[in-house]
Structure formats: C-alpha cells, structure tokens
C-alpha cells in the first residue's frame, strides 16, 4: 500500500475508535458515561436491554442513596439515565460477545452478539450481575408461571394471594415488605437463622401480621400445575401459595471476559475502587468488581472512578 493511502486509512480508522467503550447501562455504566463525556473523551455505551438501567429498576424503593431518600428503583434509574442523555451520551443495543486486544490501533476491537464491531481505546465493563437459581424442581419449568426474580415488575399480579420470597439478603427483606403491601400472606424462607439483610427491615417485616419469617429452612421442589400451587420445604412442610419470588443472590456477568482479566473464586473481576484490572485499558466498575459493598451509591462511585482512571490511562499513552 501507499504510504500516503495507508496513513488515510490510518487515520479515519482513529477517527472510528472511540476513546471509551462502556458495557452496561446501570447506574456504573451511566456515571462513567457522564464523566467520560465531561472528560471530553469519545464513548459509546453498549446496553443488553433497550433503555435499561441495570438492576436499580428492581427496586420498589431506594432509602440509603443520599439526598434521594424513598425514591423508586426504577425512576431513579431514568434520572440516572436522563442525565447521561444530557451530555448527548450515545447508547448502543447489543450483548457484547467477545473482546481482542489489537496491536494494530493499539486498542479493544468488541464484537456484539448483533454482529457490529465497535473499537474503543479503553473499555469500562459495568455489565452488573444477573439473578442466582435456587437449583431446585419446578424452578426452570414454572418460569413467568409462578416462579419470578423481581418482585417490583410483577408483585402485582398476586395483588391478594399468598407468595414465598425465598432469601435472607436485602433483596430478599425489601422484596418481602414490598409484597406485604399487595399480597394476602407472605412467607419469608431463609436457610439459615441469622439474616445479612438490614436489621431495620427485618424489624418492620417482624411488625407486619400478614408476613410469617421461616428461618433454618431449605426449599425443595415448587409444585403446580399449570402455574404454581405450593412450595414444598425439606422439613416436610408445604405453602400453599401462587408465586415464589427468589431473591437469593447474583451471579456477576463475566462470561465473556474470564479469558481476559482476572476473576476472583466468585467470578467478580479483580479490580480497586480505581477500577483497574490486571489488564491496560480494561476497567471495570459496579456490581461486576470485587468490594465490598454492592450498592447504587457505591456503583455511581465506581463509575466515575473507572472514567477518571480510563482518562489518565488515555493521556499517559
Ligand atoms: P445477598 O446479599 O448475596 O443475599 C443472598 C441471600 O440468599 C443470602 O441470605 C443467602 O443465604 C441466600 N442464598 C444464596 N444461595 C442460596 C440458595 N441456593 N438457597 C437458598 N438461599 C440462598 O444478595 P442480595 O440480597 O441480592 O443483595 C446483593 C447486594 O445488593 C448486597 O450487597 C445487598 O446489600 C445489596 N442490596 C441492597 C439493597 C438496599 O440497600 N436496600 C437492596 C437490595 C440489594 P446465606 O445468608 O445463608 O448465605
């Protein structure tokens, strides 16, 4: 090739590279949009769901995350979201599939499961965490049937039935105070007797008549029929309810990149609050990291981190 030609192509090949890719569009992903974009880097964000906004959505009401004191999941995340479309942040739907380190333009070259290639100088992985599977009969095949993750986008279709959250996390605790409010009974299952949830609400759930707390005890099969019937429990007893909601804890959504930085024995990726890894150019943010608190607040904190760290990792190039 030309000297001349190839130094075009060169050049508008740069030109395409964004400065940040950003994986994820929950409240990491979006706070280090925001500040990437303040830090007049290029980014691109890549979202597994058309205007999502991670697991925040889930949340019936948020009451630790400063000057935002009660406000719902869900609307939280479209201000989160609605700030990052302030700064004309572009978002992009896809799965990303695969990621390669190119030595040719000295960056990421990501493949979508939708078949687009995006090239960015530096990626921000904040792709969150996805819902644990109890791993009992009935889970799998009474799936949207009875058996749901999330209790705030389809508690009310029990409106006056009896449900089991299954559980002994924050989740499992808000999820069952939320239901409380719409279901006839709720049945709170946990395996062991001590809870990690907040002992404020596990204290208001102690309060409520119609919540009963099953502590020590394992679930073993969901039974139905066409829909749920009744869940039973590994001591022989049986509840008779509609739904089970299971709350027992996430997965971190590293599939695609434990190849290429390190994980810890749980599956999170390596990194500090600077969000490096143990590969240049590859940050990561939110849920998806090793810490030690999971929570919105710490997630916008790691996402603004991420950018910063991605910028002087840009500027030192
Ligand atoms: P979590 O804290 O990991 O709790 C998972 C719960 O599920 C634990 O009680 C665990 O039991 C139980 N569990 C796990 N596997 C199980 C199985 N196979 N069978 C039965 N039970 C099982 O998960 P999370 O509640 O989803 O919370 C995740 C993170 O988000 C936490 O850091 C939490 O604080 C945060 N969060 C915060 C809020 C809030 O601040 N309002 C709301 C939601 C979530 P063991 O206790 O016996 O291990």
Known sequence: MQGETKNIIQEESAKRTLDVLVVGSGPAGLSAAVYAKRASMSVKVVEKMYMGTGQVA???????????????????????????????????????????????????????????VQKARAIIYAAGAKHRHLGVPGEEEFGGRGVSYCAVCDGAFYRGKSVVVAGG?????????????????????????????????????????????????????????KRVQSVALADGRCLAVSGIFIAVGMIPETECVKEIVALDESGYIVADETGRTNKDGFFAAGDVRTKQLRQVITAVSDGANAAISAAEYLRNK
Not at 106 to 116: A, F, H, P, T
């Open 169 to 225: 996390g924050d989740t499992a605790l808000d999820d069952a105070l939320y239901l409380s409010e719409l279901c006839e009974k709720v049945y709170l299952v946990h395996r062991r007797d001590k809870f990690r949830g907040a002992a404020a609400t596990l204290e208001k759930l102690r309060q409520k008549e119609n919540v009963e707390i099953i502590t020590s005890a394992v679930i073993k099969e969901i039974l139905g029929d």
């Open 58 to 116: 889930e949340s019936g009401r948020v009451d630790n995350y400063l000057g935002l004191p009660g406000m719902n999941g869900y609307e939280m995340g479209e201000v989160f979201r609605s700030h990052a479309q302030e700064f004309d942040v572009p978002f992009l739907e896809g799965e990303v599939c695969r990621f390669e380190k190119s030595r040719d333009c000295d960056c990421w070259i990501v493949k979508l499961s939708n078949g687009e």
